[in-house]
């Protein structure tokens, strides 16, 4: 059983680029998550995908941020026109069917630097 | 939304001190997780307890749900237990997101 998967590691771009990170979440769990992590803070939470619907979203997820989980297995998250800001550590996770109180096993995130 | 505290924010202890670690939440939860995240960044899974006790090798988790803080406890450190705890919970009213702590940054000197 693999864990989750992020690609790629790190991602270094400038300014007003688009960016876009891909999350493979553990073989059969069919619930998605896509969480933000700033240096001394703890992740936040940015979207929630069951399958392929997109049910929940923070309002971190600005009109410049958009996700994708298009056949329900493999999930994108795109940032475009990205801004200092958006350096961060963004960090997927995925749990199993059998209800919303499932454990959430996280990738080892995609580290994003904006110069 | 709730509110996630833990305590103490920082802990530095000698290899083979014992500490234990707390979390407190502002409403009724139906999932807590406890994670660490090591020196690069990967958050690990420790416990998911959202209430009870649970024990595993020289790491032990206590959830009481109805007063509302869960404690986790570290035996004879060692320094790869170095890193930032982190509790997440889940509330009721919400499909799946985990609301996290600030962390507990723990510095284990040999």
């Known amino acids: 059983d693999t864990g989750v998967s992020q690609d790629p590691r790190h991602k270094i771009t400038k300014r007003g680029q688009n960016v876009t990170f891909r999350c493979d979440p553990i073989s059969e769990h069919n619930r998605l998550y896509w969480y933000r992590q700033t240096l001394g803070q703890g992740p936040e939470f940015l979207t929630y995908f069951q399958n392929e619907a997109q049910l929940e979203k923070s309002r971190l997820l600005s009109d410049r941020f958009s996700a994708e989980r298009p056949k329900g297995s493999f999930s994108t998250l795109e940032i475009q026109r990205t801004e200092q800001g958006d350096s961060a550590m963004y960090l997927c996770?995925?749990?199993?069917?059998?209800?919303?109180?499932?454990?959430?096993?996280f990738g080892d995130g995609t580290r994003l630097s904006i110069l | 939304g709730i509110q996630v505290e833990q305590s103490p924010p920082d802990l530095i202890l000698q290899e083979g001190a014992n500490s234990t670690l707390r979390c407190n939440f502002s409403?009724?939860?139906?999932?807590l997780q406890w994670f660490h995240q090591n020196p690069w960044g990967q958050l690990i899974n420790l416990f998911y307890i959202p209430s009870g006790t649970k024990q595993n090798g020289r790491l032990s988790a206590t959830t009481v749900a109805t007063e509302r803080y869960s404690l986790l406890y570290i035996s004879s450190s060692q320094t790869t237990d170095s890193g930032v705890y982190f509790c997440?919970?889940?509330?009721?009213?919400?499909?799946?997101?985990?609301?996290f702590g600030a962390g507990t940054q723990v510095v284990v000197t040999p």
């Open positions: 997440a919970v889940r509330t009721t009213d919400s499909w799946g997101k985990l609301q």
């Open positions: 996770a995925s749990s199993p069917q059998g209800g919303v109180n499932q454990p959430q096993h």
């Open positions: 409403d009724s939860v139906n999932n």
